[in-house]
């Protein structure tokens, strides 16, 4: 079935900087990519997603970037504040090995946004 | 609309006893999956659903029964809890695939 590796699992940066996650997948067929942002104690909420016809979606401080030829793709977000801090998930689904269409996560990055 | 509603929000368990997880959604959507959620390992798909009256499994399925008897609902059954069980557990539903999910508040499972 279709696999999603996600890096870094944890990453810490100043309040004001940027921060990138980056994730790849396995299944060249998945057309579909979501980015959740789960805070402590909470549950997964979307904060973004792509589709594979568009290479860059963006939304205030948030974009996401798609390689299909590479199969990755990432999250950025800008002026980062402390409210950002959370766990991400990025998602594939769509492909051909992908149960149902279903989606599968990556393991997750710890962003930490230090004031 | 509520969203997607789950019972109970949190659930101690002996080994060997059984229990029904509940899920409801008010949003017409199809498709309707649990996961379960362990520390650093993200979240694995258990059981799945892409409408009323077909189920399949996931990547993590032993030990679970799902039924979808209704659009709305969606219950995760334990057969007879082991303390690998031990997780949170989330239901989902989308509109259908390559939608954005709409994620359960959780349920927290301890079994003793």
């Known amino acids: 079935g279709e696999n999603v590796e996600q890096h870094p699992s944890t990453l810490s940066v100043q309040e004001g900087d940027s921060a990138v996650i980056k994730c790849t997948y396995s299944?060249?067929?998945?057309?579909?990519f979501p980015w959740y942002k789960q805070e402590l104690g909470k549950r997964p909420q979307l904060i973004i997603d792509?589709?594979?016809?568009?290479g860059e979606k963006k939304d205030q401080r948030i974009a996401v970037t798609l390689n299909k030829t590479a199969k990755h793709f990432s999250l950025h977000i800008t002026e980062t504040q402390p409210e950002d801090s959370a766990v991400y998930f990025c998602?594939?689904?769509?492909?051909?090995?992908?149960?149902?269409?279903?989606?599968?996560f990556g393991g997750g990055t710890r962003l930490m946004v230090k004031p | 609309n509520a969203g997607v509603t789950q019972t109970p929000k949190f659930q101690v368990l002996k080994t060997g006893q059984s229990m029904t997880l509940q899920c409801a959604q008010d949003m017409n959507h199809e498709y309707m999956s649990w996961y379960r959620q362990d520390p650093g390992m993200g979240l694995r798909l258990i059981h799945y659903?892409?409408?009323?009256?077909?189920?399949d499994q996931g990547e993590v399925p032993n030990g679970y029964n799902v039924s979808r008897s209704t659009t709305e609902d969606f219950p995760l059954r334990l057969l007879s809890a082991a303390p690998s069980q031990t997780s949170v557990y989330f239901c989902a539903s989308a509109l259908s695939s390559n939608y954005g999910y709409t994620f359960g508040s959780g349920t927290r499972l301890t079994v003793v």
């Open positions: 659903s892409v409408g009323a009256g077909i189920t």
């Open positions: 792509i589709r594979s016809n568009v």
């Open positions: 998602a594939a689904s769509g492909g051909q090995n992908n149960a149902g269409n279903m989606l599968t």
């Open positions: 299944d060249s067929a998945s057309n579909y």
